[in-house]
């Protein structure tokens, strides 16, 4: 009976400590890059980067093969933009509730596959980097500092 009682305490430790493991893990999935507007309104949609139409979207989206779609919340706008009309890969985490993918990879498809154009890793490092340098501009910092 103490034996029965202790498996289904640890069970529900598991259970408790495991189950939001499993609900952050990536997904891939495919879709669309489209304007927010064009989406909504069943505007014609922007062509591409060099539509000035891109201009009036409040956000970019993705939309997926059976017609929801997601905000990329984590993926700057300009990078968006670039692919907007094209077919793509995302692969991060997926809010279901809220619509919302945290992107970790964005792929778009190419000839033979799809290749990697945006990584959340490589952008936070190259943000980390901007950050650092705007503070040493900040303190007067200039290229000449660094002996070139």
């Known amino acids: 009976m103490k034996l029965k009682k202790l498996i289904n305490i640890l069970a529900i430790i598991c259970i408790t400590i495991f189950m939001p493991m ?30 000035s139409k891109n201009d009036l979207e409040p956000d970019i989206v993705f939309l997926i093969t059976d017609n929801s779609h997601y905000l990329i919340s984590n993926m700057p ?5 670039i692919y907007i009309s094209k077919s793509v890969k995302i692969i991060g985490n997926i809010n279901d509730k809220h619509h919302f993918i945290e992107a970790e990879e964005l792929k778009v498809k190419g000839r033979a596959r799809f290749n990697t154009v945006w990584e959340d890793k490589e952008y ?20 000449d500092d660094a002996g070139g």
């Open 77 to 81: 706008s300009e990078v968006k933009k």
């Open 124 to 143: 936070k490092q190259q943000q980390k980097w901007v950050k650092w340098r705007d503070e040493q501009f900040r303190r007067g910092w200039t290229p």
């Open 22 to 51: 499993l609900s952050i893990a990536s997904e891939t999935i495919k879709g669309k890059i489209v304007g927010f507007n064009s989406l909504t309104d069943s505007v014609k949609a922007p062509a591409g980067i060099g539509d």
